[in-house]
């Protein structure tokens, strides 16, 4: 259905009778979106709307939900300011109607159960029993294959670059990464705020060098860590997967790793033992399956997100300040390295 057609449904739905001679202007050229200056007949009289979109194209509007968050905030925003110009509806833009959201306040989505149990589980097992079984290497092996084939399919459509310098913009910048997780650290004993700033600083140069490296584009998971790898018989599920579907490599092998690295510290106090194996089994099969050893010198910044989460005690209040001390030393020395080799992550612990 064309735009004008809904459009003149909604309208009716609004006024709750019936629109007629109705036109849409398009305002200028705009940067950000576009605009429409609607006139129509409406119960008698002659009304003058402005109808604005955004263009789904850089400055944070990449996703439909980037858009969506910006138009919500707007309505409500508009409306609480005296003298602002009112805003009368936000819409959705479905198949065959506009859908208003004017009214919703908090946001839900449905699932299906997801079968099995969690990949922590397994880890938890392991750290109790300080020794591997083969089904645990061969599940190590299984998630890097996955994420090899997951990685191989590349993005090469016209807001790439766009789509990945926002993907590495928001490692450092976004609520959800490194500023955002500095920013719900309270004072703690193991590291002090010039320390975790400092992950923020050299996160910015980390930015520089990677920003442009756009054929890297890839699909991933976005929050590839133990919580949400569910096993069940031969495979597994994956849950709450994170801040789109196009990013870079490193992002999900560095969360998977770093969780092998925090828990190789609560067995051992450092990088030995049955999980410094599982992470080289990780490490080197997907590297075998991928030959992306470029992500070796990628992979810096993308580590240093992972740990500023795993030490942080808001999401794990349990280990001790030792382990907590050494996964910060880890990650400010990672993002001092040209190129990460996982034989020097012992030298990266002190």
């Not at 959201?101 to 159960?113: C, R, S, V």
């Not at 560095?254 to 051992?268: E, G, H, M, W």
Request: net charge negative; glycine share 6%.
């Amino acid at each position: 259905m064309d735009l004008e057609t809904k459009v003149r449904q909604h309208l009716e739905t609004v006024y709750g009778s019936s629109v007629s001679n109705l036109t849409m202007k398009r305002l200028g050229k705009g940067v950000h979106g576009t605009a429409f200056k609607l006139a129509f007949e409406t119960d008698g009289k002659q009304r003058d709307l402005i109808l604005k979109t955004l263009f789904p194209a850089e400055f944070g509007h990449d996703h439909f939900s980037d858009r969506a968050r910006v138009l919500l905030l707007a309505y409500a925003d508009y409306n609480d300011m005296p003298q602002h110009v009112e805003a009368i509806d936000v819409v959705g833009d479905a198949p065959d109607r506009l859908i208003s959201l004017k009214d919703a306040q908090e946001f839900f989505i449905f699932m299906k159960t997801a079968p099995g149990t969690p990949y922590v589980e397994d880890l938890d097992a392991i750290l109790q029993r300080h020794a591997l079984t083969e089904q645990d290497r061969e599940r190590t092996r299984a998630l890097a294959r996955f994420l090899a084939r997951l990685h191989q399919r590349r993005y090469q459509g016209p807001n790439a670059c766009s789509l990945y310098r926002r993907r590495i913009r928001e490692l450092v910048g976004h609520g959800e990464c490194i500023m955002g997780i500095i920013d719900t650290y309270d004072a703690v004993p193991f590291a002090s705020f010039q320390e975790l700033s400092a992950f923020a600083r050299k996160g910015v140069s980390w930015w520089e060098k990677l920003r442009d490296k756009v054929e890297r584009l890839c699909n991933v998971h976005g929050d590839y860590h133990p919580g949400n790898i569910r096993f069940h018989g031969e495979g597994f599920t994956l849950l709450d997967r994170s801040r789109g579907r196009w990013g870079e490599a490193a992002d999900d092998v560095s969360c998977l790793a770093s969780n092998y690295i925090y828990y190789a510290l609560k067995d051992r106090g450092c990088f030995e033992g049955p999980f410094a194996e599982l992470c080289r089994v990780f490490a080197e099969n997907y590297l075998e399956l991928t030959g992306d050893h470029d992500l070796l010198s990628m992979v810096q910044p993308f580590f240093a997100f992972r740990i500023l989460v795993i030490a942080n005690p808001r999401f794990y209040p349990d280990d001790t300040t030792a382990v907590k001390r050494k996964l910060i030393t880890f990650g400010l020395n990672v993002l001092d390295c040209e190129r990460f080799d996982l034989e020097k992550v012992p030298d990266y612990l002190i």
